[in-house]
């Protein structure tokens, strides 16, 4: 026995909804995929530039980028930044301890508040900070002899 046509015509349209509701879905997530890859991409890429923002190129990176300097104008900074990157590169590694002792401190604090499932994504905040600071203190940021992460 074939279907009356109201059944018939719920049937398609339960369908097209349903068809419609899986592009949707399957488009959010695609998009949100896209969105983590990408923004995964620029951290990296943000993570990298900091590392080496203390020396004569990574001032005159970040100078440029917010400022949009002639090439004279860099031409005519480099020699300052080549006079001071030094001098930072000291202050930092000197205070180097002290900011991962305060790190440490806050950690203690912060991991008696967080659930399970937080904890992989705190480790990949200190693991990201970590590498941030050996490079702020001038080492490369994947350098074997900088020292390891402070133990969790």
Do not use: C
Not at 85 to 100: G, M, V
Request: hydrophobic letters at 40%.
């Amino acid at each position: 026995m074939l279907p009356d046509s109201s059944t018939l015509a719920r049937r398609v349209r339960t369908r097209a909804v349903l068809l419609l509701l899986g592009t949707f879905l399957a488009g959010v997530a695609a998009g949100a995929g896209a969105w983590a890859g990408w923004s995964s991409v620029r951290r990296s890429q943000r993570m990298a530039n900091m590392g080496s923002a203390f020396s004569q190129e990574g001032f005159l990176k970040l100078y440029d980028r917010s400022l949009d300097l002639t090439e004279a104008q860099k031409a005519s900074l480099r020699p300052a930044f080549e006079r001071h990157a030094a001098t930072f590169l000291a202050i930092n590694r000197k205070s180097l301890p002290e900011h991962r002792e305060l790190n440490r401190s806050l950690d203690a604090e912060i991991l008696q508040v967080l659930t399970p499932e937080q904890m992989p994504k705190f480790t990949k905040m200190q693991e990201g900070r970590e590498k941030f600071l050996r490079g702020w203190a001038g080492d490369p940021p994947d350098s074997p002899s900088s020292p390891p992460p402070p133990a969790r």
